[in-house]
Antibody, heavy 119, light 107 residues
C-alpha cells in the first residue's frame, strides 16, 4: 500500500520560491505518476501537473507553465514541486497524489502542505 | 480547458436520505471521471473512478453513473460520516480539472 508523506508548512515572501517534497513508501515508486494539486482557501481543487516517477516525463498545466517544476529523486522515492515568483494568490494547501494502480482517479494522497505567501 | 459544473453547490440532508449530485462537462469526456469527498482539513478521498467503478474499500452505498457530458454520484442512504464536500474530476484531457464542489450538510 503506497503512502505519501509531504514536507511541512512554509511561509514565504512575495517573489520567493517554495519547494515541497512528497515521499512515497514501498518499492513501486518508479511505476506510477505523481500529481500535484492545490487548493486555495475556499476554492476548488486545481491540478498543477504530474511526473512519471520512472521515466521522469512531466506535464504541466498551462496556468503554471514556466513557474513550476516537478522533479523526482528515485533513490529517495521522493517527488518535488518547485513554484517560483510567489504571490499572495499562491497561498494554498498543496497536495501530492498518485494512482499506483493506473486508475483514472487519484487513489493515494499526501497529507497536504500549507504554503502561505505574505509580506 | 474542460469545465466541470456540479449541482447543487450545497445540499442539506438527513441521515438515511438518498442523495444525488450531478457533474456536467463542457465537452464529452467519455467515462474519464472520478468522484472524491473531502472533509475539512483533510485530503480528498477517491470514491469512484472511470465514472462508475467503486474504489476498493468504499462502501457500496456510493455509486456513480454517466458518460459523455453528464454524470451522477448517488449515496443511497446518507451516513453521518458522509457529510463532506464532494468533487468530480475529469481525466479525459489536460489540464485535468475539478468541479466546484458540492457541500453536503446535516439538515
Amino acid at each position: 500500500q503506497v503512502q505519501l508523506v509531504q514536507s511541512g508548512a512554509e511561509v514565504k515572501k512575495p517573489g520567493a520560491s517554495v519547494k515541497v517534497s512528497c515521499k512515497a513508501s514501498g518499492n513501486t515508486f518508479t511505476s506510477y505518476a505523481l500529481h500535484w494539486v492545490r487548493q486555495a482557501p475556499g476554492q476548488r481543487l486545481e491540478w498543477m501537473g504530474w511526473i512519471h516517477a520512472g521515466s521522469g516525463n512531466t506535464k504541466y498545466s498551462q496556468r503554471f507553465q514556466g513557474r513550476v517544476t516537478i522533479s523526482r529523486d528515485t533513490s529517495a522515492n521522493t517527488a518535488y514541486m518547485d513554484l517560483r515568483s510567489l504571490t499572495s494568490e499562491d497561498t494554498a494547501v498543496y497536495y501530492c497524489a498518485a494512482n499506483p494502480g493506473g486508475l483514472y482517479g487519484m487513489e493515494v494522497w499526501g497529507q497536504g502542505t500549507t504554503v502561505t505567501v505574505s509580506s | 480547458d474542460i469545465q466541470l459544473t456540479q449541482s447543487p453547490s450545497f445540499l442539506s440532508a438527513s441521515v438515511g436520505d438518498r442523495v444525488t449530485i450531478t457533474c456536467r462537462a463542457s465537452q464529452g469526456i467519455s467515462s474519464y471521471l472520478a468522484w472524491y469527498h473531502q472533509k475539512p482539513g483533510r485530503a480528498p478521498k477517491l470514491l469512484i473512478y472511470s465514472a462508475s467503478t467503486l474504489q476498493s474499500g468504499v462502501p457500496s452505498r456510493f455509486s456513480g453513473s454517466g458518460s459523455g457530458t453528464e454524470f451522477t454520484l448517488t449515496i443511497s442512504s446518507l451516513q453521518p460520516e458522509d457529510f463532506a464536500t464532494y468533487y468530480c474530476q475529469q481525466f479525459n484531457s489536460y489540464p485535468l480539472t475539478f468541479g466546484g464542489g458540492t457541500k453536503v450538510e446535516i439538515k
